[in-house]
């Protein structure tokens, strides 16, 4: 059960099985079997990585450390 704490987001983590099987049916027949397996990986990641299966999203639906809440990255005061 989930806690009361818990926040509902959409997850994105169908990106990595999509993102490696589009890959391995790129890469196996352009590289052959290892270069074929490395290249789905990649793809899965980037693909992963550009749909946002990896970002971490705190309360109000900012990113976790956003610069524009003034985090460690946000803007200069002075």
Excluded: C, H, Y
Aim: charged share 15%; net charge positive.
């Amino acid at each position: 059960m989930v806690g009361a704490g818990a926040e509902k987001s959409k997850s994105n983590a169908w990106a990595w099985p999509v993102g490696i099987l589009i890959g391995l049916a790129i890469g196996i027949p352009s590289f052959g079997s290892k270069g074929g397996v490395a290249f789905g990986v990649a793809l899965g990641i980037a693909f992963a990585i550009a749909f946002g299966a990896t970002d971490k999203r705190s309360e109000g639906g900012k990113a976790a450390g956003d610069p524009s809440e003034g985090g460690a990255d946000g803007p200069r005061q002075g």
